[in-house]
């Protein structure tokens, strides 16, 4: 497979998860070869949070999402500057699909790498439901790994 080139804003969205992280090292090698920015995405997705029984637990359940988000970008940005990308990392609370979709729009990303499965949907045969709804809502190339 060809790999992508002349991009200047390079998108990895992340959830932690294994093929995340390997969609992570993808995009920073396509980045270094372009000489582009990488851009470091978290959803918190509060419908998938733990139930939460009470308004009162609504926010620690987004302290918590946010935390773990924080914790999630911070790693794709320490693998992105021992390879000298530049990174901007993004931590927002929405679902991951539609996250992905404004964060493009509004940043004029021109390329997307991801896993082909991410942390919501581990046991997909080969493309997540996540990944495969991402492919078809964005008018730009969208690499999976």
């Known amino acids: 497979m060809d790999e992508p080139s002349d991009f200047d804003d390079i998108l990895v969205p992340t959830d932690g998860s294994k093929p995340a992280r390997n ?8 980045a270094q070869r372009n000489g582009a920015t990488l851009h470091v995405l ?19 359940t987004r302290k918590r999402l946010e935390s773990k988000g924080q914790e999630f970008v911070a790693e794709v940005e320490a ?4 390879a000298d990308v530049p990174c901007v990392t993004a931590v927002v ?4 699909i539609e996250a992905i979709k ?9 390329l997307v790498v991801m896993g082909k499965r991410g942390r919501s949907d581990p046991d997909k045969p080969l493309v997540g439901s996540i990944t495969n709804r991402v492919v078809g809502s964005l008018e730009i190339p969208v690499f999976t790994t």
Do not use: R
């Open 23 to 30: 969609a992570a090292k993808q995009a920073i090698k396509f």
């Open 42 to 60: 978290y959803a918190m997705d509060m419908g998938d949070a733990d139930y939460v029984a009470v308004p009162s637990d609504i926010e620690e």
């Open 79 to 82: 693998l992105a500057a021992d």
């Open 93 to 96: 609370a929405n679902t991951p």
């Open 102 to 110: 404004e964060y493009v729009d509004e940043q004029h990303i021109d």
